[in-house]
């Protein structure tokens, strides 16, 4: 399975009301720096390594149909609260009227799956962080806030934040749960229907950023994709948690497809702490 890295997808036309075409789905690519480094050994073959999800297996994952000028693009979220919703700064820094947030969803091709809803957010109700700088990745985080409270049920349930007092964590070594509706290979041409899940280790971030030339910092966070387990295109914004706690929102990856054995990269949640309080009054102050 791949996740989107700093890759969203770009639909032909904004539908409105009427049900979506996903099979008019197409790439649009946020640019990301290559880096210029030594090349790295990578794997061989068409490698995907991920799994189909059950249905209410995440219900904290939502997916998010973007408006945006001249079309709509596809990107992941994740629930923290009955109202606020994670995502990534790139996926709703060039936001037109707003965005369909897509609740208990499994399959988002079916309108009428159970246990699904969708809730439009206007532009106004959706905060991009301050300090984001799209040259650089850096502080790709926003909210999303719903306009009425949502009723958790066994499709819709919040993930955990850190606990303040780990704001210092790496979580390196420890293994994750990255989630999404992404391509599921390079050759893909499009998101994929149903949603799909890997998971995979976190390095040190010592051992990250020399792939990416000074593009991973300390808001990062990365994982290992041996194997070619990895986020690629129409997953940016969606979850990297760890028993039930969100640790991460996929931030990017490297341009030249997903499958090439180079790190995925993350938002680092637990540097954001502090401003998602701020902003949405949730946090996480443990027992």
């Given at each position: 399975m791949r996740f989107a890295c700093a890759t969203v997808f770009l639909l032909a036309a904004i539908l409105g009301a009427?049900?979506?075409?996903?099979?008019?789905?197409k790439?649009?690519?946020?640019?990301?720096?290559?880096?210029?480094?030594?090349?790295?050994?990578?794997p061989n073959g068409r490698?995907?390594?991920?799994?189909?999800?059950?249905?209410?297996?995440?219900?904290?994952?939502?997916?998010?149909?973007?408006y945006l000028q001249g079309g709509a693009a596809w990107c992941g979220g994740?629930?923290?609260?009955?109202?606020?919703?994670?995502?990534?700064?790139?996926?709703?820094?060039?936001?037109?009227?707003?965005?369909?947030?897509?609740?208990?969803?499994?399959?988002?091709t079916d309108a009428k799956?159970?246990?699904?809803?969708?809730?439009?957010?206007?532009?106004?109700?959706?905060?991009?962080?301050?300090d984001w700088i799209p040259e650089t990745i850096t502080n790709d985080i926003s909210l999303i806030k719903l306009p009425v409270p949502i009723e958790f049920n066994d499709y819709i349930q919040p993930a955990k934040l850190p606990v303040k007092s780990n704001t210092?964590?790496?979580?390196?070594?420890?293994?994750?749960?990255?989630?999404?509706?992404?391509?599921?290979?390079?050759s893909a041409t499009g998101a994929t229907d149903k949603l799909q899940y890997a998971v995979?280790?976190?390095m040190n971030n010592s051992g990250c950023s020399p792939w990416y030339a000074g593009l991973v910092v300390s808001t990062n966070i990365c994982i290992?994709?041996?194997?070619?387990i990895s986020t690629c295109n129409g997953d940016s914004g969606g979850p990297l948690v760890i028993d039930g706690t969100l640790i991460g929102a996929t931030s990017f990856g490297i341009a030249f497809g997903c499958e090439k054995g180079w790190p995925g990269v993350f938002t680092r949640i637990t540097s954001y702490l502090d401003w998602i309080e701020a902003k949405s009054e949730v946090a996480n102050y443990g027992n």
């Open positions: 009427q049900a979506v075409d996903w099979s008019s789905v790439n649009m690519n946020i640019e990301v720096p290559v880096p210029n480094i030594h090349p790295r050994s990578v490698i995907t390594n991920g799994e189909l999800a059950k249905p209410q297996q995440f219900p904290y994952q939502v997916g998010l149909l973007l994740t629930i923290i609260s009955d109202r606020w919703i994670v995502t990534a700064a790139h996926c709703t820094d060039s936001l037109t009227t707003g965005v369909d947030v897509y609740l208990g969803a499994w399959d988002r799956e159970v246990g699904q809803q969708i809730i439009f957010v206007e532009t106004k109700n959706v905060i991009v962080h301050e210092y964590q790496t979580y390196a070594g420890e293994s994750a749960i990255a989630s999404g509706w992404g391509k599921i290979s390079d995979a280790p976190i290992k994709t041996t194997g070619g």
